[in-house]
Antibody, heavy 118, light 110 residues
Framework: EVQLVESGGGLVKPGGSLRLSCGGS????????MNWVRQAPGKGLEWVSS????????SYADSVKGRFTISRDNAENSLFLQMNSLRAEDTAVYYC???????????WGKGTTVTVSS | QTVVTQEPSFSVSPGGTVTLTCGFT?????????PSWYQQTPGQAPRTLIH???IRSSGVPDRFFGSILGNKAALTITGAQADDESDYYC??????????FGGGTKLTVL
């Protein structure tokens, strides 16, 4: 079964840091680009960041550029999101999603919750 | 900053047909934006319905139909059922590995 499982969420103070992880199984992780998508409480989905299969191409939403860093370890079938200088508006459920070649997300994890609050 | 718009809410009667749209505030949506649609119920992860404008994901009933209508992407649901009551999100690909989600449409079936 193709599966993505996020972890690493939690409560952090404004200005703090957090590192999210996403483990993939049931597919050849190294062959796929991956996205992070978030959803603030009661709000819609927001694309956050993307990384290509080889990590050659990386992109970020303007709202997180310069503060968040996406990375992956294909040997460990893992995707990461390093989040620094966190703000209250970064409070959200963070999903990782597999990207297929025709630019859509076909498999999603269940999400991990990040709360930024003093 | 690119903004993608969707109707905030829509209502459909059981058995009825509804068309949700997804567009840019300026400019037209085309197949080059690879429109995709996702269904989400409260507390759940999104479920992929449609990709590449009109291709249904595995297991999605043919009551769900994607298209380009005028200058927008569209999701048409026919024979609406109670369990279609969900939030629906479109996402458009802008190129250079950048995506933008619409604000979502809350669909009520009543």
């Amino acid at each position: 079964e193709v599966q993505l499982v996020e972890s690493g969420g939690g409560l952090v103070k404004p200005g703090g840091s957090l590192r999210l992880s996403c483990g993939g199984s049931g597919f050849t992780f190294s062959s796929y680009s991956m996205n992070w998508v978030r959803q603030a409480p009661g709000k819609g989905l927001e694309w956050v960041s993307s990384i290509s299969s080889s990590s050659y191409y990386i992109s970020y939403a303007d709202s997180v550029k310069g503060r968040f860093t996406i990375s992956r370890d294909n040997a460990e079938n893992s995707l990461f999101l390093q989040m620094n200088s966190l703000r209250a508006e970064d409070t959200a459920v963070y999903y990782c999603a597999r990207v297929l070649g025709t630019y859509y997300m076909d498999v999603w994890g269940k999400g991990t919750t990040v709360t930024v609050s003093s | 900053q690119t903004v993608v718009t969707q109707e905030p809410s829509f209502s459909v009667s059981p058995g009825g047909t509804v068309t949700l749209t997804c567009g840019f505030t300026t400019g037209s949506v085309s197949s080059d934006n690879y429109p995709s649609w996702y269904q989400q119920t409260p507390g759940q992860a999104p479920r992929t319905l449609i990709h590449s404008t009109k291709i249904r994901s595995s297991g999605v009933p043919d009551r769900f139909f994607g298209s380009i209508l005028g200058n927008k992407a569209a999701l048409t649901i026919t024979g609406a059922q109670a369990d279609d009551e969900s939030d629906y999100y479109c996402v458009l690909y802008l190129g250079s590995d950048i995506w933008v989600f619409g604000g979502g449409t809350k669909l009520t079936v009543l």
